[in-house]
């Protein structure tokens, strides 16, 4: 079965740091590029980042020196970090794999919740 699992989600003061995990089964991530979308409290979901096969990496402006995305392809799984967290942070986290040669192949993980608050 192809399945996209994010993890690492949690609650997390303002300032603080947190790392999620996109991982892959039933396919490989090599082909894929890998984009992160967040969906706030009564938002509609958006762009985060985005980490191409070759590692070039893209980010939305309110995020940009914040979060980091990266790959280990030996471990089929994507990275997002994010530091300097911000209560506007808060929202389900999703990741979403897309073949690099045709993106009309993807896949969307569960999500996973990110609650940053004092």
Same mark, same amino acid.
């Given at each position: 079965?192809?399945?996209?699992?994010?993890? !690492?989600?949690?609650?997390?003061?303002? !300032?603080?740091?947190?790392?999620?995990? #996109?991982?892959?089964?039933?396919?490989?991530?090599?082909?894929?590029?890998?984009?992160?979308?967040?969906?706030?409290? !009564?938002?509609?979901?958006?762009?985060?980042?985005?980490?191409?096969?070759?590692?070039?990496?893209?980010?939305?402006?309110?995020?940009?020196?914040?979060?980091? #995305?990266?790959?280990?392809?030996?471990?089929?799984?994507?990275?997002?970090?994010?530091?300097?967290?911000?209560?506007?942070?808060?929202?389900?986290?999703? #990741?979403?794999?897309?073949?690099?040669?045709?993106?009309?192949?993807?896949?969307?993980?569960?999500?996973?919740?990110?609650?940053?608050?004092?």
């Amino acid at each position: 079965q192809l399945q996209l699992a994010e993890s !690492g989600g949690g609650l997390v003061q303002p !300032g603080g740091s947190m790392r999620l995990s #996109c991982a892959a089964s039933g396919f490989t991530l090599d082909y894929y590029s890998i984009a992160w979308f967040r969906q706030g409290p !009564g938002k509609e979901r958006e762009y985060v980042a985005d980490i191409g096969s070759t590692g070039v990496t893209h980010y939305r402006d309110s995020v940009k020196g914040r979060f980091t #995305c990266s790959r280990d392809n030996a471990k089929n799984t994507v990275y997002l970090q994010m530091n300097s967290l911000k209560p506007e942070d808060t929202a389900v986290y999703y #990741c979403k794999a897309s073949l690099r040669s045709d993106s009309r192949v993807h896949y969307w993980g569960q999500g996973t919740q990110v609650t940053v608050s004092s």
